[in-house]
């Protein structure tokens, strides 16, 4: 409060202050006399004081007043301030009950479900315990017959290459039927409607129909040197010698390589004791027969797989054809995107088909690349193998002995 200019706050009673208004008495006749001057001057100077001293209590009582509130809404700001906190508390310890309540209950979950999973491996190494005498042998069984196999594809290829023919003639048959009964079990049938399949149908029919004709024999040796060489590659063919699986895919993609070797180079001795001679004077390189044709011959199987599996049988998703199968691998997915369409794998297919027939159009011509074309896939189905029995093979053998230090991994 400000009156007259000087601070209330500051008034003292005997200050002066400006008067807040003059009085002028003047008499009827228009003029005053001394005495009415001096009780004029005596009563202003009272009316002065009793309206600095009203100033006075009022600055003072408003003052009181101010402290007054100030110190209840201090009072209540702590009061707020206080409440704050033990709500912030009641809030944090209710947190850590509730925190503490899930971790105990995912605990108790987490170890009867790890109990539960040791007793189902333990049951299951139990039970295969009991039949592991059968299995053993079954699996000794096919081991030996591997390697024997290697053997005299070893010799065949070598020195015997009049066993070629007949080899691939018994052997082929019997391991697609095996084939197309397990892969119809696992609902893999659409694999069997594959261009490796079909090109080994291919040769199969050449070499017992028209082994005489220069033409169709550089076609075989085309067909087993690009889509089906390639296939090894693809599919990451392995020499596991205890699996008919993995033996099987790796004889469809590797014998009818042999075969065209054997016909292509020695062309007298593969047709020793078969039914028929084969072409002692080998077709010439030709880019009709060596790249042209077998382009061709997987054109064709491209549009007859996409009329019967994409448009005639339409498979459910659960069911796994070559499209499915390559586009889910990783390094697909890295080069065309997570879904690539299905006109890319066609494209693919066929540029690849290109490129690798236009390789065997080379080793048509030179005897020393076709033995280096053998050599690199021999040693990569070779590496897939070494890395099946010392990845895959021993980490089975270490899971069936500490199952619990495995669940305990698992669950880290």
């Not at 196999?149 to 019997?174: D, E, H, M, N, R």
């Not at 069997?192 to 050449?206: H, Q, T, V």
């Not at 897939?384 to 990845?391: E, K, L, Q, S, T």
Request: proline share 5%; glycine share 4%.
């Amino acid at each position: 409060f400000y009156i007259g200019g000087v601070s209330a706050t500051k008034m003292d009673v005997n200050d002066e202050f400006p008067r807040p208004h003059s009085l002028s008495m003047a008499s009827s006749d228009g003029y005053r006399s001394n005495d009415e001057d001096d009780i004029l001057s005596e009563n202003e100077s009272n009316d002065n004081d009793d309206y600095y001293l009203d100033v006075y209590k009022f600055v003072t009582v408003m003052k009181d007043e101010f402290k007054k509130r100030r110190e209840v809404m201090r009072s209540e700001l702590e009061r707020r301030k206080e409440a704050i906190q033990k709500h912030k508390e009641d809030v944090q310890e209710a947190v850590k009950v509730r925190k503490d309540q899930f971790t105990s209950l995912s605990r108790e979950k987490i170890d009867a479900g790890k109990k539960r999973l040791t007793k189902i491996q333990k049951d299951t190494i139990k039970r295969l315990k009991k039949y592991e005498p059968e299995e053993n042998h079954r699996l000794k069984v096919i081991f030996t017959k591997s390697v024997l196999t290697l053997v005299i594809k070893t010799f065949a290829v070598c020195s015997g290459q009049w066993l070629l023919p007949w080899y691939y003639t018994i052997t082929c048959p019997g391991l697609i039927i095996w084939r197309l009964i397990t892969y119809w079990r696992n609902q893999w049938q659409y694999f069997l409607l594959d261009f490796c399949y079909f090109g080994n149908l291919i040769i199969f029919c050449i070499i017992w129909f028209f082994p005489s004709y220069p033409e169709l024999c550089s076609l075989i040796f085309s067909i087993a040197n690009g889509m089906l060489y390639l296939g090894a590659f693809s599919f990451r063919n392995s020499l596991v010698f205890h699996s008919v699986d993995k033996m099987t895919s790796t004889y469809i993609h590797t014998v009818p390589v042999l075969l065209s070797f054997g016909i292509r180079w020695f062309p007298a001795k593969s047709a020793l004791l078969w039914h028929s001679s084969f072409p002692l004077e080998p077709h010439p390189p030709s880019i009709i027969w060596n790249v042209l044709a077998p382009f061709g011959v997987t054109v064709l199987h491209t549009l007859l797989y996409t009329i019967l599996v994409n448009v005639i049988l339409r498979p459910d998703e659960h069911i796994v054809t070559s499209y499915r199968y390559l586009k889910a691998k990783s390094s697909v997915k890295k080069m065309f995107g997570p879904d690539p369409p299905y006109i890319v794998f066609v494209l693919m297919n066929w540029v690849m088909c290109l490129v690798f027939s236009v390789l065997s159009y080379f080793s048509y011509q030179c005897f020393y690349l076709h033995i280096l074309a053998m050599i690199v896939e021999l040693v990569f189905i070779t590496w897939n193998g070494a890395g099946f029995y010392v990845d895959v093979f021993r980490m089975s053998i270490i899971r069936q002995q500490s199952p619990t230090v495995q669940l305990g991994k698992k669950e880290d």
